[in-house]
């Protein structure tokens, strides 16, 4: 039986046994030109090659030549690859180790001497003791292994300066890029530009080298990270290793802080983030430990609403505006009231100046105040330093305009946005915000300003003051409406196809059926002529018949006229009777040529005339059948369109219902704040939701959920948590970015979640795919040269739904579902592209043309066509409903590693082993962009659903980002840099 553990072809593709203790001093005596002479093994058994040669193979030579990479076309993952060898010809020669290349490579008396010093993953030359045993395995005859089982596997660290990028995936939202470098997954957030976590599966934590933690944080698997999909909202990604995957939740709406205080309709942050205070309709203002969330104090003194809160620059004191007209401080320390000012008209906001030393307000009377900050506790003040005119209704927001602190931004009642010079107060900029302002905002970089009001945010940019963006709804629920309006658009066009495949149906329905009406008239006009041919064909012979007896008859004569000449006495009337006879003979037999061409011509005729009418009857039975089969295609084409008619209006009913859902959400924003790092917009509004948007195009980022009622304040912690205060009389923090938790493993022990002994998959998890709605998860891989594996798993039950037995004969390295979730598609190292059925899981189409491995697959978004990506250096485009190949894109000098279709049209990315990312027209084959920067063999590669950006991974562990517009670089992520000890971390 053969060894399993020949399977543990961990670096098949990848995984690397090596650890520093494995490099021998003998090795590092190996000068790069130096052969290496074998050393005498003897072995009291043959040489096994899972237990003796692979282990080498796997540190020395297979990160570079396995079934996925295959430098030169060359696997040494197994014997069968080993023998067939690569673009050289046979690595091996059974028995003859010296006429061996991969032998004479090893040992260095070959070129190029394998392995090349120095290389990127730390390998050295073999020992002698090590070729030793691969000259006695290539002399007994390089048999593949026998016994042994997966307990046997030894795992060894990855070695630290090895850091690929196998695989790569984008959330659906464009938000989220993963990539797998090497055995570590790590999450990078776009619009922010940061990479915003490492995935740790604790279980590895635990496992112990040579006395030591084998794995640090941030180890995600213990081999290669092969494969990796989001699901349709971004909150679980699977990750595909050896024998498991992985799956991983990103946790929403998790609150850090709840904290209960009555109806707050202010928040603020002290700066050095311990405090919270809040104010509102009870008159008071409340402080709490953010620690803890615990209660602080209740600072009295207000006759009326408290409408803003703040604290000084040393977070000393607590600052509040209320509608009694009065702005009063209080030491945070002991709760003491430490100033008051107090203003001719109701005070709706505050802000403090750079220095802290004056305090703005924001009056009912639409005037600006700037005030100075009372000395102490005694001091009342009642003399603004300055009044700001210009608004013509109240004045309900103002902001300091950071960083200079020389500018105002005010909002007003009168639906204007307006910027002031403080030093003189003279308007400088007023923007439109068109109903009431209820909050401003600036980022601190000055570079933009947001005010709230009505049921919409609107972003500005100050440079022009004119509108970036307006933002309005709610994130999750325009994401839906998004989805129903892209299902809504291919129910559509699939619904017009439909059509149309029924008016081509009704034209060839209409031509067969005259074509058919044209053969009857025919063969009737055929017909009517049979009887006149016969009849003439019938005298013809009758007097062919006649005249062949007269021929008789006269010939009988002669015979009897010489016959009667010999006994006749009168010769002279013998002889004229002879003659008269032969007369007429003579006559008998020119009229019987003329007889005999007239029945063989009208024999002829009448032949010709009966064919045709058989002919015609032919005829006519091919146009009736071929009318039948027109009328039946019309028939399934109004069927097939019924049925999409049907799909089309459920598209539409249940975009209506996002669309209402979603403007059932379109509600008031009460206020806005920017991040401290100036990459987010943070809004709350009487939906209940907390909102994130880009702070440079007010793209939205993400929803928090969790209030039961209108959100009406929001403010930042000191770490950059999100705070928000609701009419739920709750104040929340938010955690931005949640830890990734791992919430499942597929294929390992349920007590032991590292043990794979037992595990469905054979092998690596190459292909991961989730369906549209979540529920499945599809998997691809199998055992090199000898199993293809497609599966589906019940993501919330993890557990398999469906084994597709006998898929594939060889690996399977990509799968994807249908849009709909009706089909699989799948391709393989057997070259075909296949698609199979999921309810029923039979095969649906095979399609054949590639001549190598195909690497990845994907579908066009209606479903009616998909690609394919090959190892022989090509794209192919497929008709899914004829099965023809539609295209050939070429162009690539290596493997083509993986593509996928863009949004809903027909443009694809993808990426190749020539170091190059590219996009295509499908429809035409055009590269109409490349993205160049990559340094090395290219293997995943993916784009937003706008095409605005691509972000593709490869051999030197860069995860890339390029504007899909312009093909310019927007951000590299680099690996981590080896230790500086390395002498081979880089070639």
């Known amino acids: 039986m053969r060894k399993q553990f020949c399977r543990s072809t961990l670096i098949a593709c990848g995984f690397v046994f090596l650890s520093s203790s494995l490099l021998i001093a003998e090795d590092e005596k190996t000068e790069k030109g130096q052969t290496i002479k074998p050393a005498e093994v003897k072995l009291d058994r043959p040489v096994d090659f899972d237990e003796d040669i692979l282990p080498i193979l796997e540190e020395k030579c297979i990160a570079c030549h396995n079934l996925a990479d295959a430098e030169n076309d060359l696997s040494l993952e197994d014997v069968p690859s080993i023998l067939k060898g690569g673009k050289a010809g046979p690595a091996v020669v059974a028995k003859d180790p010296d006429k061996s290349l991969l032998y004479n490579v090893i040992a260095r008396t070959g070129k190029p001497a394998m392995p090349p010093l120095p290389n990127s993953i730390g390998a050295e030359v073999f020992t002698p003791e090590e070729l030793g045993l691969l000259r006695l395995w290539i002399t007994e005859g390089a048999q593949a292994g026998g016994g042994g089982t997966m307990e046997e596997i030894q795992w060894r660290p990855l070695p630290s300066g090895l850091n690929p990028i196998y695989s790569v995936t984008l959330s659906a939202d464009g938000q989220f890029a993963a990539c797998g470098r090497a055995n570590r997954i790590v999450i990078y957030h776009l619009p922010s530009q940061q990479q915003i976590a490492e995935l740790t599966d604790p279980a590895l934590l635990d496992v112990q080298f040579d006395g030591k933690p084998m794995y640090q944080p941030g180890a995600s698997h213990r081999d290669f990270v092969r494969s990796l999909a989001f699901n349709d909202d971004g909150t679980l990604l699977a990750s595909g290793g050896y024998r498991t995957v992985k799956l991983w939740q990103r946790p929403r709406d998790v609150v850090k802080l709840n904290i209960e205080t009555a109806a707050p309709d202010a928040v603020a942050?002290?700066?050095?983030?311990?405090?919270?205070?809040?104010?509102?309709?009870?008159?008071?203002?409340?402080?709490?430990?953010?620690?803890?969330?615990?209660?602080?104090?209740?600072?009295?003194?207000?006759?009326?609403?408290?409408t803003g809160v703040l604290f000084s620059a040393d977070s000393s004191k607590v600052i509040a505006s209320s509608l009694d007209k009065t702005i009063r401080l209080w030491n945070v320390a002991d709760a003491a009231a430490a100033g008051q000012i107090t203003s001719p008209a109701a005070v709706n906001d505050i802000a403090l100046n750079k220095d802290g030393t004056q305090i703005i307000s924001a009056d009912a009377d639409n005037m600006i105040r700037v005030w100075p900050v009372p000395a102490d506790a005694s001091a009342a003040v009642t003399a603004a330093a300055k009044e700001i005119k210009g608004h013509e209704k109240p004045v309900t927001a103002v902001a300091l305009?950071?960083?200079?602190?020389?500018?105002?931004?005010?909002?007003?009642?009168?639906?204007?946005?307006?910027?002031?010079?403080?030093?003189?107060?003279?308007?400088?900029?007023?923007m439109a915000h068109a109903v009431p302002v209820t909050d401003v905002a600036v980022r601190p970089d000055g570079g933009r300003f947001v005010s709230t009001g009505g049921a919409s945010a609107k972003l500005w940019n100050p440079a022009d003051a004119k509108?970036?963006?307006?933002?309005?709804?709610?994130?999750?629920?325009?994401?839906?409406?998004?989805?129903?309006?892209?299902?809504?658009?291919?129910?559509?066009?699939?619904?017009?196809?439909?059509?149309?495949?029924?008016?081509?149906?009704?034209?060839?329905?209409?031509?067969?059926?005259?074509?058919?009406?044209?053969?009857?008239?025919?063969?009737?006009?055929?017909?009517?002529?049979?009887?006149?041919?016969?009849?003439?064909?019938?005298?013809?012979?009758d007097a062919k018949a006649a005249n062949d007896k007269k021929v008789a008859d006269a010939q009988a004569a002669v015979k009897a006229a010489e016959e009667a000449k010999k006994n006749a006495e009168d010769k002279a009337a013998a002889d004229k009777a002879i003659a008269d006879a032969m007369a007429a003979l003579k006559a008998a037999q020119a009229e019987q040529k003329?007889?005999?061409?007239?029945?063989?011509?009208?024999?002829?005729?009448?032949?010709?005339?009966?064919?045709?009418?058989?002919?015609?009857?032919?005829?006519?039975?091919?146009?009736?059948?071929?009318?039948?089969?027109?009328?039946?295609?019309?028939?399934?084409?109004?069927?097939a369109h019924a049925d999409l008619d049907v799909a089309h209006k459920a598209a539409e009913k249940t975009l209506a219902e996002a669309t209402a859902a979603g403007a059932a959400l379109v509600k008031g924003v009460r206020g806005a704040v920017f991040s401290a790092d100036n990459k987010t917009l943070i809004t709350v509004s009487d939906n209940n939701t907390v909102q994130t948007w880009n702070a440079e195009s007010g793209t939205a980022l993400e929803s928090f959920h969790g209030h039961q009622g209108p959100v009406t304040a929001v403010a930042l912690t000191a770490t950059g948590d999100i705070l928000?205060?609701?009419?739920?009389?709750?104040?929340?923090?938010?955690?931005?970015?949640?830890?990734?938790?791992?919430?499942?493993?597929?294929?390992?022990?349920?007590?032991?979640?590292?043990?794979?002994?037992?595990?469905?998959?054979?092998?690596?998890?190459?292909?991961?795919?989730?369906?549209?709605?979540?529920?499945?998860?599809?998997?691809?891989?199998?055992?090199?040269?000898?199993?293809?594996?497609?599966?589906?798993?019940?993501?919330?039950?993890?557990?398999?739904?469906?084994?597709?037995?006998?898929?594939?004969?060889?690996?399977?390295?990509?799968?994807?579902?249908?849009?709909?979730?009706?089909?699989?598609?799948?391709?393989?190292?057997?070259?075909?592209?296949?698609?199979?059925?999921?309810?029923?899981?039979?095969?649906?189409?095979?399609?054949?043309?590639?001549?190598?491995?195909?690497?990845?697959?994907?579908w066009r978004a209606d479903g009616l066509i998909f690609a394919s990506a090959g190892a022989d250096n090509a794209i192919k485009v497929w008709d899914v409903t004829s099965g023809e190949q539609k295209r050939t894109i070429g162009g690539y000098s290596k493997q083509v590693t993986s593509l996928h279709f863009i949004g809903l049209g027909s443009n694809i990315v993808s990426s190749g082993g020539d170091k190059t990312v590219r996009y295509h027209k499908t429809d035409n084959g055009q590269n109409f962009r490349s993205f160049s920067g990559g340094t090395d063999y290219m293997y995943s590669a993916d784009a937003t659903a706008d095409e605005t950006v691509v972000v593709a991974g490869g051999e030197d562990g860069v995860l890339r980002i390029w504007n899909g517009a312009d093909g310019k670089v927007i951000i590299n992520f680099d690996p981590p840099k080896p230790p500086a000890d390395n002498s081979q971390a880089k070639k």
């Open 594 to 639: 003329k007889t005999d061409k007239a029945a063989t011509d009208t024999a002829a005729a009448a032949k010709k005339v009966v064919d045709a009418d058989a002919a015609a009857k032919k005829a006519f039975a091919s146009a009736e059948r071929a009318s039948q089969r027109a009328v039946k295609k019309l028939e399934e084409a109004k069927a």
């Open 401 to 430: 305009i950071t960083p200079a602190g020389e500018k105002l931004l005010s909002g007003s009642d009168d639906g204007t946005v307006r910027v002031w010079n403080l030093a003189d107060g003279k308007q400088l900029q007023s």
């Open 724 to 858: 928000s205060a609701s009419a739920d009389n709750t104040v929340k923090v938010w955690d931005r970015n949640p830890s990734w938790k791992i919430v499942g493993r597929l294929g390992a022990s349920a007590d032991e979640p590292l043990n794979v002994s037992q595990s469905p998959f054979a092998d690596r998890i190459l292909a991961l795919d989730f369906s549209s709605d979540g529920s499945k998860l599809a998997t691809g891989g199998g055992e090199p040269s000898r199993s293809g594996e497609l599966m589906i798993w019940d993501v919330a039950k993890q557990t398999p739904l469906k084994t597709f037995v006998d898929a594939h004969s060889d690996t399977v390295f990509g799968v994807e579902f249908s849009r709909d979730g009706r089909y699989l598609l799948s391709g393989a190292a057997d070259k075909f592209a296949k698609i199979f059925d999921v309810e029923s899981g039979k095969p649906f189409k095979s399609f054949e043309g590639h001549t190598h491995h195909v690497l990845g697959v994907a």
């Open 269 to 306: 942050v002290s700066p050095d983030g311990k405090w919270l205070a809040t104010g509102g309709a009870d008159k008071s203002v409340k402080l709490f430990n953010l620690a803890d969330g615990s209660p602080s104090a209740v600072l009295n003194g207000a006759g009326d609403r408290i």
């Open 467 to 541: 509108l970036v963006a307006e933002l309005k709804g709610e994130y999750r629920s325009a994401r839906v409406v998004a989805q129903r309006t892209a299902d809504e658009s291919i129910a559509k066009s699939l619904l017009a196809g439909a059509k149309k495949e029924i008016e081509a149906r009704e034209k060839t329905v209409t031509k067969t059926a005259e074509a058919q009406t044209k053969a009857k008239t025919a063969q009737e006009e055929a017909a009517k002529k049979i009887p006149d041919a016969q009849a003439a064909a019938k005298k013809a012979a």
